[in-house]
């Protein structure tokens, strides 16, 4: 069974510093890996999704990393700003289905 | 329409009571999903929808949760006899064909409090 596991829960940093958040997997029969943005009491936002033959995808400030071998990936977010505060979820689907299974997620405050 | 819609946002209900939450997928989206997200935790799986079966419905925790998607658009996720653990945030969301390299588009959810 996947498990998906992200470090820390909670992250806060000073606005304009660049930052990185984490995500592990225990199976590395990966498909793609999906980065989420949460906001408090919404759903949802996909940010970047990286398919498993990719080492990087890249969105303005953000650039998610994908080791499949190491069942890691990050998300990097350059010069954060206060609008970047949210809850951060990675998640990736099963073969064989398309269900997601989903991290914890890591809640990072920009402090202005 | 533009996105997933999910109604109503919030629902309070007593335990016991039976309830009814909906989804409106993005027009023309064949696949459908539905998600629980409880404090702290990232979303858990319940069903799969393609078109109007249910393929995969191996997130349900039990046999008072039934979803169902009559039309292949709208789905209704029913709740029999709440209890307080039921109590959650129940997200749905949508993807063109279902494919496992398709983004899923979620909702805002809808946030249920049993009493």
């Known amino acids: 069974k996947q498990e998906v596991t992200q470090i820390p829960a909670a992250l806060s940093v000073p606005e304009g510093e660049n930052l990185v958040l984490n995500c592990s997997f225990t199976?590395?029969?990966?498909?793609?890996l999906q980065w989420f943005r949460q906001d408090p009491g919404k759903g949802l936002t996909s940010l970047l999704l990286?398919?498993?033959?990719?080492r990087e995808q890249t969105s303005g400030r953000l650039n998610a990393s994908l080791d499949k071998s190491s069942g890691r990936s990050t998300l990097y977010i350059a010069a954060s700003q206060p609008g970047d505060s949210a809850t951060y979820l990675c998640?990736?689907?099963?073969?064989?289905?398309?269900?997601?299974?989903f991290g914890t997620g890591t809640r990072l405050t920009i402090i202005p | 329409g533009a996105g997933v819609s999910q109604t109503p946002s919030n629902k309070v209900t007593e335990k016991g009571k039976y309830v009814e939450l909906r989804c409106d997928p993005i027009?023309?989206?064949?696949?459908l999903y539905w998600y629980r997200q409880s404090l702290g935790q990232g979303p858990e799986f319940l069903i799969y929808?393609?078109?109007?079966?249910?393929?995969?419905d191996s997130g349900l925790p039990n046999d008072r949760f039934f979803a169902v998607r009559p039309e292949g658009s709208v789905s209704t996720l029913k709740i029999q006899r709440t209890e307080r653990g039921d109590s959650a945030v129940y997200l749905c969301?949508?993807?063109?064909?279902?494919?496992?390299?398709?983004?899923?588009?979620f909702g805002p959810g809808t946030r249920l409090t049993v009493l």
């Open positions: 969301a949508s993807s063109s064909t279902g494919s496992i390299s398709d983004t899923q588009y």
């Open positions: 199976d590395s029969a990966i498909y793609n």
């Open positions: 990286i398919q498993s033959s990719q």
């Open positions: 998640a990736v689907p099963n073969f064989g289905n398309e269900k997601l299974t």
């Open positions: 027009s023309g989206h064949t696949a």
């Open positions: 929808f393609q078109g109007t079966g249910a393929a995969d």
